[in-house]
């Protein structure tokens, strides 16, 4: 069982998607990838949806990337490049890309990948105990460039620095002191006060909202230009022609192995 993203209509104008993938937290695998930018490429198309409401199924939103898949690609730089330009970045461009509103239902873990999906939604709300983090430092390996734009863009430079190189965790209290998340409420009431928001949302003029969402994209100009922003960001910011150059290195074989070992990983 390698996951999978689900969506279903609960009642008229409400899009339900789910990201499901049991024994794992819901870490996305390949295959909830490519299943993800179907459901939202579909979503869009739609002319019956008001609002979308995506949850993790259970007690966590996602824990990040189903790191079990990584070994059979990451150690290959064509295979690392066309899992983050193609399967990832397909994904989450699906997502940006959408101009239905998207309200982001968070519970327990958000880390690595559910921090890349939630900086995707345009309205978050979190119980008091979800966790919030890109620890990826621990498994040897960076975060992809068109992915930390992304995640910048949401979470602030500040925060962003924090959870890539110092592998540092939030509260929700932090994340919505931080700007990240519209409203923390406790775990108990999480579910009913995402579901109100998504159907309040719904219940307003669509036209507006799907206009609304282009103007706020088109001012994110390097999201909406994805070419030029990929380029700007690998010859400027990177300083390298080939981000995923490090897909052999012994610190991403070790950080990997490390966990799937679980053990800690030895850098050193």
């Known amino acids: 069982m390698s996951g ?76 690392l490049r066309d899992f983050h330009e193609n399967d990832v970045w397909g994904g989450l461009q699906a997502m940006l890309a959408c101009d239905v509103p998207i309200v982001a239902h968070i519970e327990g873990a958000c880390m690595g990948a559910g921090v890349e999906i939630a900086s995707c939604c345009d309205i978050r709300i979190a119980g008091q105990s979800a966790r919030f983090g ?80 282009q103007t706020l994209r088109a001012l994110k100009v390097p999201l909406a230009l994805d070419e030029q922003a990929q380029a700007a960001i690998k010859n400027i910011v990177m300083g390298a022609p080939d981000p995923y150059a490090y897909a052999d290195s012994a610190e991403h074989r070790e950080g990997i192995a490390a966990f799937l070992e679980k053990r800690p990983p030895a850098f050193f």
């Open 134 to 213: 890109a620890p990826i430092a621990r498994l040897g390996f960076p975060m992809a460039p068109r992915e930390a734009q992304l995640v910048v863009g949401a979470v602030g430079e500040v925060t962003a620095r924090q959870m890539l190189l110092e592998a540092a965790t939030f509260s929700a209290a932090d994340m919505q002191a931080r700007g990240f998340l519209s409203r923390v409420v406790p775990d108990d009431q999480v579910a009913t006060e995402a579901r109100a928001s998504a159907l309040r949302t719904a219940a307003l003029a669509p036209q507006a909202a799907r206009l609304n969402k």
């Open 4 to 79: 999978e993203v689900l969506m279903n209509v609960p009642e008229r104008g409400l899009v339900q998607v789910t990201l499901r993938h049991a024994g794992r937290l819901n870490a996305m695998s390949r295959a909830m990838w490519r299943q993800l930018r179907l459901v939202f490429e579909g979503i869009q198309r739609s002319s019956e949806a008001r609002c979308v409401l995506i949850a993790g199924e259970g007690s966590a939103f996602c824990a990040g990337g189903d790191i079990s898949e990584y070994p059979d690609f990451r150690f290959d730089a064509a295979a």
